[in-house]
Nanobody, 123 residues
Framework: VQLQASGGGLVQPGGSLRLACAASGLSLDYYAIGWFRQAAGKEREWVSCISSGDGWPDYADSMKGRFTISRDNAKNTVYLQINSLKPEDTAVYYC?????????????????WGQGTQVTVSS
């Protein structure tokens, strides 16, 4: 299993980014995908996840409204759209995968992790 996160970069406050997590060696029919972020000097924080199968999304309360998770099964890729970016969104964003069936996706424990993509929000 490999997860490749991409799409990060430097963006001004108020801007948007779409992060992508390209998965190989697994099927989104059986694996939930989660997004986490870790800012410098802080603990890793769960952002969102999308379940296997039907692809039900879930978000951390503080992320609701500006973050949207989606997936493209044909491309085996999960996306995280972030709008109205704020400086406090600056972090390395990681995607992770776990073999979990059903509508609930994990908020903490994942088996496979990608390498992360840096998001910097600054003017």
């Amino acid at each position: 299993v490999q997860l490749q996160a991409s799409g990060g970069g430097l963006v001004q406050p108020g801007g948007s980014l779409r992060l992508a997590c390209a998965a190989s060696g697994l099927s989104l029919d059986y694996y939930a995908i989660g997004w986490f972020r870790q800012a410098a000097g802080k603990e890793r924080e769960w952002v969102s996840c999308i379940s296997s199968g039907d692809g039900w999304p879930d978000y951390a309360d503080s992320m609701k409204g500006r973050f949207t998770i989606s997936r493209d099964n044909a491309k085996n890729t999960v996306y995280l759209q972030i709008n109205s970016l704020k400086p406090e969104d600056t972090a390395v964003y990681y995607c992770a995968a776990d073999l979990v069936l059903g509508r609930l996706c994990p908020r903490e424990i994942y088996e496979y992790w990608g390498q992360g993509t840096q998001v910097t929000v600054s003017s």
